[in-house]
């Protein structure tokens, strides 16, 4: 939290909460008025138009700001048409240009695109495939047998399936994209001086459910765990070191105590909810950890904000509903409540004794029931949960985390059709990111070349 | 230690040598994607950007390149020249270049002991600069031990390492270092200006150094 509060305070103090508020209308009126603009394909996207790194904006966003002539939830609009004929961004493109013809008016590195064929380059697919997904450099001989072949397809598609069966992808590449959603801290994991949780059960889950042709959704469903050995175990698991109270080290947990059927995968690990939620009634950390690393919004950055009406009431006397704190916490609030009856780190001795840090309390707090999740209501975890793996956020996010893990980057605009296609062909794949992965380097944003 | 040494002796006329001569290696640091619209530059000792969101590269289809990654690089050393990966570059003879030293501007990440969550977006100067010293390890390794190996050689085996090597083995040489670091043939034009390093009057080890260093450090063995 410490960082992002920081943040917020050097936020705040540029009066920039008025800012993610704007952004937040004026994109839906902008995405209104220009629905094919590059941004405007998904929620997480749309303050791209005006913002370079939300709250800061960009050229086009500092003009819309300069010919405002009221309030920006209601006046954005007339800005925009009064500076359709100008190039805020000074690329040479009009930003009515810009906005119909997938460029973008606050970035003049993005310009629409004259339309280049580009040719599938199966020498350029497979040195990137084996690189990304294999970790290793492309030989000779391969390439050879690549030169030969009268399938390429085939052989890139034959030489993938290897590659994400390989040690190299599971324990490495795979452990890599989980880091962020994880963030371990080895101070306080199992090796620790204090000892709140094991993430280890946490990087071993999430690389099965990423391999094998697993349903990804189970990062927001699995009930089960992983031990060890890779093998998937149901159940309770037991700690892995004794608890320890006195000394200079202390055990507070271990394994996974949360009873199977209170569990949603990744967000009710030990590790998850003690790290995030530590001593908070109302756990606001854990939820906006999984709603930015699950459905790709980021409400620290303004994304993803769906106000819910009467929210914040302030549950836990937080001062949250002043208008500042407003902006997102009529949001957050309600996506937390349901996380109130998980517990975070338990301290007491009996607490430590019986393994309590990360289980389900229903009596904890009152909360549990009341939440919202994208404007919808849930009654528990494992709605919000159910909720969220079946949304178009998550297949979005999952698709943007392994073309990013491919690419560096998130797709251009020129790419946005091939992109789509990825993520809303999930359902039909049985969302198994193998078969994403396969998707991905068929594309011409992996492997298309001028011709 | 002797042989690192003789590395060592080795590392310096072949420095001169690169800045003096050797302007037809392709020049990648600055990692501007060739479009023009340069990716911003990092002041060169800092930590590269750990974000892979936003619009970095270039929007025009088909120039954009991908970064090949810590592992991928070593792999192609360590595959390419035949060497241990688990000693083949220790910085201080103690810490491996590639899962320590080097890690992020190789483009790694260390969660657990540096507390790293995510990668670098792009390559920085200073990648150039690892990028550079693992090759040069890598490189004078298989010299010396093709030295030591002698008729036994596996990578310099096409002229003597004391010696004047003629225009053909030259080539020889330089085509195997290309199959062995690009997967591929050389062309025309890149034999020529290999061959007319041979007038030159370079001892054969360092021409042979010299050859491995150009290629492995070439832009198309980091960007793809």
Known sequence: MDVRLLLLVSFLSFGAANEVFGSAAAG??????????????????SCKTCHSTSPALNLYGEDIRVHLGGPVDT????????????????????????????????????????????????????????????????TYDLAQKLAATADPKALLHAELTACLASAYWKDEALARLADKKIQPLAAVGYNGNVVIADFRWDYRLFTYIMSNDRDARDLLAAQYHVDESGKRVEGRQGRGQLP??????????????????????????????SFYTMFAPLPRNTASQAYREYLGMDIAKGEGLQPIPNEPRDVDARNVKQPACAVCHSTLDPLSYAFSTYSGIETSVLNILENNSGTYNAGREPWEAQGYLMSKPVKSLLEWADQARNSDPFKQNIARMMFRQAMSRDALPHEQEEFDAMWKSMPADMYSINKLVHRLIDTKAFGGRRP | MKARRRALLLILPVFALLSASCNQRPKWTGFGRSSGAAVPETSSNSIPVASETGDVGSSEPGLDLVWKRYRAFEDGLVTGLALNKATFCQELGKQSCIDKVHLTFLGGNDPFEAGLYERAQTPTSITAVAVDRVVLYACSQRLEMDRVAASAAVVFKYFPLSGTPTSDQLKLQATDLYHRFLARDPEAAEITVIQSLSNKGLAADKLALMMCYSIGTSAENILL
């Open chain 1, 28 to 45: 839906a009126q902008l995405c209104k008025k220009y629905p094919t603009s590059t941004y405007c394909d998904s929620e997480v996207n």
């Open chain 1, 244 to 273: 320890q109270i006195f000394g200079s080290r202390i055990v507070i947990a271990g394994g996974q105590p949360l009873v199977p059927e209170r569990r949603a995968g990744m967000i009710t690990t030990q590790w998850f909810l």
């Open chain 1, 75 to 138: 006046a954005s609009e007339a800005a925009m048409v009064s500076i359709e004929a100008a190039d805020s961004d000074g690329d040479g493109v009009t930003n009515l240009d810009e906005l119909l013809k997938k460029g973008a008016p606050g970035n003049a590195a993005i310009k629409p695109s004259a339309a280049v064929d580009l040719v599938y380059d199966p020498f350029l697919a497979l040195k990137r495939l084996k690189a990304i997904y294999c970790g290793q450099s492309l």
